[in-house]
């Protein structure tokens, strides 16, 4: 099996230090590329945009007159899925329960909700149970999408948790795709991941087996991977990659359970970091995600915390150039989430 090379160059960059009165001063700037997409990241120096007190969340959160998610509004305010789907009409695994989208953004799409009986759940509310169950509740619904149309072999399964990350609703939920055509980045991770099968066999199993032990590994929960990503795309980056499956579809009980496990652990990293904004993403193979060597990649990332006017975290370098700006490198990221697991 190929090594991965992971390559990294220093910058060479120099800045007034105000400290010492302006004296240009050689600071530590590292330019790093993904061995798989080639995507770059640069690894800043110090932690200045590392909140220092975490945002006070009640008013943001509190319990409104109606949310369409709430226990009891849930019955009338959203709709059943059809029998030709699913027998179960709404989906339901511990708490959670998953129902139709109402935004169409994929042929086929889910919510998730975590539990209705709570109208927010902080990060390190967010169980290994509640995790673990909505993710459960959420395969199901990708394997009856994908017994009812085939072609829709494009899965993921996502989540925008407040505002700053995309979220439109409070209420913690989760939400799927299922289509023919994938997404960006997933269309893009997939065939590069096939280019490199062709020569070296599965890069994810590369990558875990190569990463194992060292600076930016987390640990196991079952057969799932937990790593940071050499060249992060977001901050506070972690990844899980589930050995065996190549498809949303592929993952088992005991994978979306583990899948919880560490999530749960890593949210509740974020929160003793005083974040309070993620998105993550469940990445399927696609339609030969076998043959490509595609395992399931979970990947999770911090979003700004939802200050009144807070400084977003997708600037030009992210949003125009797909080259993240990191301030808190993806060792030291793995060096915190490691004790969890
Ligand atoms: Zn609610």
């Keep these: 099996m190929a090594k991965i090379e992971f390559e990294e160059r220093d910058l060479h960059a120099q800045v ?3 400290a010492a ?3 240009w001063t050689r600071v ?15 690894i800043l120096t110090g932690v200045k945009l590392q909140p220092a007190t975490r945002t006070d969340l009640a008013g943001l959160t509190a319990k409104p007159a109606f949310c369409p998610f709430d226990s009891e509004h849930l019955e009338t305010a959203t709709v059943p899925f059809p029998a030709e789907l699913t027998a179960e009409g709404r989906i339901r695994e511990g708490r959670a329960v998953v129902v139709p989208n109402i935004l169409a953004y994929a042929t086929h799409s889910a919510v998730g909700i975590y539990d209705p009986g709570r109208h927010f759940l902080d990060l390190d509310e967010l169980t290994p149970s509640l995790v673990g169950d909505t993710l459960t509740a959420m395969v199901r619904h990708a394997r009856a999408v994908r017994h009812l149309d085939p072609a829709a072999a494009w899965s993921s399964v996502n989540a925008n948790y407040l505002p700053p990350s995309g979220s439109s ?11 023919a055509c994938g997404l960006t980045s997933q269309r893009f991770l997939v065939g590069q991941g096939q280019a490199w099968q062709e020569e070296n066999g599965s890069y994810w199993t590369a990558l875990v087996d190569q990463e194992a032990g060292g600076p930016r590994w987390v640990g196991h929960t079952g057969r ?12 506070h980056e972690v990844w899980a990659v589930v050995t065996g499956a190549a498809d949303v579809t592929d993952l088992t009980e005991q994978d979306t359970r583990a899948l919880g496990q560490g999530l749960s652990r890593v949210l509740a990293a974020y929160r003793d970091w005083n974040l309070a904004s993620f998105n993550f993403a469940v990445i399927g193979g696609g339609p030969r995600a076998r043959e490509h060597g595609h395992q399931v990649v979970l990947k999770v990332i911090s979003r700004s915390n939802p200050d009144p006017v807070y400084r977003s975290d997708a600037t030009c370098f992210e949003r125009l150039y797909a080259e993240a700006l990191i301030d808190l490198s993806p060792e030291e990221v793995a060096a915190g989430v490691r004790p969890r697991f």
Excluded: M, N
Aim: positive net charge; proline residues 11%.
């Design 16 to 18: 007034p230090d105000l």
């Design 21 to 23: 009165g302006g004296a």
């Design 169 to 179: 609703l409070i209420h913690p939920h989760v939400q799927s795709t299922h289509d």
């Design 224 to 235: 799932v991977a937990w790593l940071t990503p050499f060249a992060p795309g977001g901050f």
């Design 28 to 42: 530590r700037l590292r330019w790093r590329r993904d061995p798989l997409t080639g995507a770059s990241a640069r």
